[in-house]
């Protein structure tokens, strides 16, 4: 059982849980950022993380990466971070584009916690002319220091859960 943990990061939230992850499950296992993947020839189970960002979607290149023809039917969990509380109604349904972005693969499981909106993006935010952008940017104090400790440990206790219903 071979398995690749790969993900996108551009302020370290999604990166954090990648490396709790890679850290957590046990096996033959590697790490990379997903620019570097090539190809997921010689893996069981690939876990994909990125954070959730413009048009409430996967941000690039996993957006890419999961249309691409090659991945098509590959066992793969998402991992997802994102700058909204738990409790925005507006999650679920941004989970779901994430989900819709992965339909061409064989979905094996979907984890997500709230990563520290950067204060820049905040301010950026703020002043867009859509009301969601904006209902979300003014969570962002819920989510200073996330992920948090538990939700590395939940990430964990996931990524072996998963791990473990993929094992012959
Ligand atoms: C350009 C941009 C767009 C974003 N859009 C969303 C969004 O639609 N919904 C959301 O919950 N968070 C959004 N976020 C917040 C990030 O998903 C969140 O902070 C994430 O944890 C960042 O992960 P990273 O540190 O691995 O880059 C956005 C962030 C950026 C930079």
Same mark, same amino acid.
């Given at each position: 059982?071979?398995?690749?943990v ?23 296992k ?11 020839d010689?893996?069981? @189970?690939?876990? =994909? #993380?990125?954070?959730i ?7 690039e290149p %996993?957006?890419?990466? &999961? ?5 098509a ?22 989970l ?6 992965a339909s061409? @693969?064989?979905? =094996? #499981?979907?984890f997500?916690?709230?990563g ?5 993006? %905040?301010?950026?935010? &703020?002043?867009s ?11 962002r ?18 990524a072996l859960?998963?791990l473990?219903g993929?094992?012959?």
């Amino acid at each position: 059982m071979r398995t690749l943990v790969s993900y996108v990061s551009r302020t370290g939230n999604t990166r954090r849980v990648a490396e709790a992850i890679f850290d957590g499950i046990t096996g033959d296992k590697d790490m990379k950022e997903l620019g570097q993947v090539e190809s997921l020839d010689g893996y069981d @189970l690939t876990f =994909v #993380g990125f954070p959730i960002e413009e048009r409430f979607s996967p941000a690039e290149p %996993a957006a890419t990466f &999961l249309r691409r023809p090659e991945v098509a039917g590959r066992p793969i969990a998402l991992f997802i971070t994102h700058g909204a509380s738990d409790d925005l109604p507006e999650l679920q349904g941004w989970l779901d584009n994430c989900a819709a972005a992965a339909s061409q @693969l064989e979905l =094996v #499981g979907v984890f997500h916690c709230q990563g520290e909106l950067s204060e820049q993006m %905040a301010q950026k935010m &703020l002043l867009s002319e859509d009301e969601r952008v904006v209902a979300w940017a003014k969570t962002r104090e819920s989510g200073i220091g996330q992920p948090d400790a538990a939700s590395l440990q939940r990430a964990r206790r996931w990524a072996l859960e998963t791990l473990a219903g993929r094992r012959p």
